[in-house]
Nanobody
């Protein structure tokens, strides 16, 4: 069984920053890659960022490049999402997920285990 626990969400003013964390546990964790997705009310879940676990290669949604940074700590089995210059349209529930081995990392179809989500609200 794989468990993912997200933390770090909250309320932030426009232009502010947040860092999300996602701790992974479980022996069946593939260690191929991990990703962050988000879902705003009334919208579909969308890809945010992903990282290859071993080599650290990163992938981003084009619209978020330059503001969001994904990283991982392999010793802690934790992935992070640093979010800067936040905008009201970044408001959503953010989910982390573990990737199936060899699958593409920019589609939710490539992921098997998901966290419970953490709310990020950007508002003044």
């Amino acid at each position: 069984q794989v468990q993912l626990v997200e933390s770090g969400g909250g309320l932030v003013q426009p232009g502010g920053s947040l860092r999300l964390s996602c701790a992974v546990s479980g022996r069946s964790f593939s260690r191929y890659g991990m990703g962050w997705f988000r879902q705003a009310p009334g919208k579909e879940r969308e890809f945010v960022a992903a990282i290859r676990w071993s080599v650290g290669t990163t992938y981003y949604a084009d619209s978020l490049k330059g503001r969001f940074t994904i990283s991982r700590d392999t010793a802690k089995n934790t992935v992070y999402l640093q979010m800067n210059s936040l905008k009201p349209e970044d408001t959503a529930v953010y989910y982390c997920a573990t990737a199936r081995y060899g699958m593409g990392l920019t589609s939710h179809l490539g992921y098997d285990y998901w966290g419970q989500g953490t709310q990020v609200t950007v508002s003044s």
